[in-house]
């Protein structure tokens, strides 16, 4: 009997024993499952984190037009949309709108303006006309003669990188016919406006 009574309490023993060893292993893999959970979760949060700053800075942004520079196309207080991973693979063409960072006084706000001469070229304006080395410009997308001809009237020849660009409302633009605005360079281009988001009614492509 007691035989009998120890060899019960014995498997018991090894039961609850058992028991306790394979409650600890569950645990154990819990605690793994747990921790590969929450690093899969971390390395989540770091890639939105990275897309995000990403999307950011080679991505799009979003600028308010300032003036009435742009008009028609663009007016004061419209939100326009800019492709700023265009120009890391092309470079800017003519007739683009591009944004850029003003170069001397209020840097709060970018200008957003129309390529109108390219690196390599030379702009002249007169008569009311754009020449490009000697040739008139056609398919403008303004109709209006230019009155004040700036530094153009002598002919403004482009250097590498370098881009001429003039506002739609062209009697009503400070642009680079102005030594205060003068060339635009291609690494203070921030992109090119291709959308705009604002007014909605206007919504659309650019």
Same mark, same amino acid.
């Given at each position: 009997?007691?035989?009998?009574g120890g060899?019960?309490?014995y ?5 609850n ?7 600890? /292993?569950r ?7 747990l921790m590969?959970k929450? $690093? +899969?979760?971390?390395v989540l949060i770091l890639?939105?984190i990275i ?5 950011v800075?080679?991505?799009? %942004?979003?600028?308010?037009?300032v003036g009435q520079?742009? /008009? !028609?196309?663009? %007016?004061?207080g =419209?939100?326009? &949309?800019?492709n700023?991973a265009?120009?890391l693979f092309?470079? !800017? ?5 591009i944004?850029?960072?003003q170069?001397?006084?209020d840097?709060?706000y970018?200008n957003?303006?129309?390529?109108? +001469? ?7 304006i007169?008569?009311g006309?754009?020449f490009i =080395? $000697?040739?008139?410009?056609?398919d403008l997308p303004?109709?209006?003669n230019?009155?004040?001809e700036?530094l153009? &009237?002598e $002919?403004?020849t482009?250097e590498?990188? /370098? ?10 633009s400070?642009?680079s016919?102005?030594a ?7 690494n203070e ?6 959308y705009r988001?604002l007014?909605?009614?206007?919504? $659309?492509r650019?």
């Amino acid at each position: 009997m007691h035989r009998r009574g120890g060899r019960r309490a014995y498997l018991r023993a090894n039961r609850n024993r058992l028991k306790h060893v394979r409650n600890r /292993e569950r645990k154990e893999i819990d605690k793994r499952q747990l921790m590969r959970k929450l $690093g +899969g979760y971390v390395v989540l949060i770091l890639i939105m984190i990275i897309l995000g700053y990403s999307l950011v800075s080679f991505g799009g %942004q979003t600028l308010k037009i300032v003036g009435q520079s742009m /008009e !028609p196309t663009l %007016q004061n207080g =419209d939100l326009v &949309l800019v492709n700023k991973a265009r120009y890391l693979f092309h470079e !800017p063409e003519r007739f683009d709108l591009i944004a850029f960072k003003q170069r001397e006084g209020d840097n709060s706000y970018y200008n957003v303006k129309r390529v109108i +001469g390219l690196p390599g070229e030379t702009v002249t304006i007169k008569d009311g006309h754009v020449f490009i =080395d $000697g040739a008139a410009l056609s398919d403008l997308p303004f109709d209006e003669n230019i009155l004040t001809e700036g530094l153009a &009237l002598e $002919g403004v020849t482009l250097e590498k990188g /370098e881009y001429f660009v003039l506002g739609d409302n062209v009697n009503n633009s400070e642009d680079s016919r102005f030594a205060n605005m003068g060339n635009i360079l291609k690494n203070e281009i921030l992109g090119k406006v291709t959308y705009r988001w604002l007014p909605k009614q206007n919504r $659309g492509r650019l």
